[in-house]
C-alpha cells in the first residue's frame, strides 16, 4: 500500500487544502495529513485545533488519518511513517520555485520518498489561509469568508471571531 504525507500549517485549513486531501486520497492507500508549525508564521489557531478541524474534515475518508508534526523536517517525518511520497500544492510560479527546491533537499535526505505536485483548480488558486484571515473583520466578513472555507472551519471561525467581539 502507497502511504503519502501531506503537510501544511492549515491556520485554517480552506477549501483548497480540502481538495488537495481529496484528490491525494484518490491516488494513494493511504494519506496522513500533518499539521506542522512553521517559526516564520504567527498561527491563529493552536496545533491542537487545527488537528481537530482536520480531523473533523477527513471523517469523509477512511483512508485519510491527521497527526501533528514538531521540530522535525517534513521528510524526515515521511520516513518516520513510511511513506513513499509527499503531496505538495502548487498554486503559483513562486509556490513551484520553493517546492522545487525543498524537493531536491528531500531527495538529498531520503532518495527513497519521491515528491508528487498537485495543481489546484483555478477556483481554488488565489486561496490561503492568510488571505482569509485577512478579509476578517470589516462589515459583512462572516459572509465574505464563507466561500473559501469547509462549513465546519467556518462555523469555527465565525464564532472564534464573534466571541472576540463580545
Given at each position: 500500500?502507497?502511504?503519502?504525507?501531506?503537510?501544511?500549517?492549515?491556520?485554517?485549513?480552506?477549501?483548497?487544502?480540502?481538495?488537495?486531501?481529496?484528490?491525494?486520497?484518490?491516488?494513494?492507500?493511504?494519506l496522513?495529513v500533518?499539521?506542522g508549525?512553521?517559526?516564520?508564521?504567527?498561527?491563529?489557531?493552536?496545533?491542537?485545533e487545527?488537528?481537530?478541524?482536520?480531523?473533523?474534515?477527513?471523517?469523509?475518508?477512511?483512508?485519510?488519518?491527521?497527526?501533528?508534526?514538531?521540530?522535525?523536517?517534513?521528510v524526515?517525518?515521511?520516513?518516520?511513517?513510511?511513506a513513499?511520497?509527499?503531496?505538495?500544492?502548487?498554486?503559483?510560479?513562486?509556490?513551484?520555485?520553493?517546492?522545487?527546491?525543498?524537493?531536491?533537499i528531500?531527495?538529498?535526505?531520503?532518495?527513497?520518498?519521491?515528491?508528487?505536485?498537485?495543481m489546484?483548480?483555478r477556483?481554488?488558486?488565489?486561496?490561503?489561509s492568510?488571505?482569509?484571515?485577512?478579509?476578517i473583520?470589516?462589515?459583512?466578513?462572516?459572509?465574505i469568508?464563507?466561500?473559501?472555507?469547509?462549513?465546519?472551519?467556518?462555523?469555527?471561525?465565525?464564532?472564534?471571531?464573534?466571541?472576540?467581539?463580545?
Amino acid at each position: 500500500m502507497n502511504r503519502a504525507v501531506y503537510a501544511g500549517s492549515f491556520d485554517p485549513p480552506t477549501n483548497g487544502h480540502l481538495w488537495m486531501i481529496r484528490t491525494a486520497q484518490q491516488l494513494f492507500g493511504e494519506l496522513i495529513v500533518a499539521v506542522g508549525e512553521n517559526p516564520d508564521k504567527q498561527c491563529t489557531y493552536s496545533i491542537e485545533e487545527r488537528v481537530e478541524m482536520l480531523t473533523a474534515l477527513a471523517q469523509e475518508f477512511n483512508n485519510v488519518r491527521v497527526m501533528s508534526m514538531k521540530n522535525i523536517f517534513l521528510v524526515e517525518f515521511a520516513q518516520q511513517m513510511q511513506a513513499d511520497f509527499i503531496v505538495r500544492g502548487i498554486r503559483t510560479a513562486s509556490d513551484y520555485e520553493f517546492e522545487r527546491s525543498m524537493r531536491h533537499i528531500n531527495a538529498d535526505l531520503h532518495p527513497e520518498i519521491a515528491t508528487i505536485f498537485l495543481m489546484p483548480p483555478r477556483e481554488y488558486t488565489e486561496i490561503s489561509s492568510t488571505m482569509v484571515k485577512g478579509l476578517i473583520g470589516p462589515k459583512n466578513w462572516q459572509n465574505i469568508i464563507k466561500r473559501y472555507l469547509p462549513d465546519a472551519v467556518y462555523q469555527r471561525m465565525v464564532q472564534k471571531y464573534d466571541n472576540q467581539g463580545d
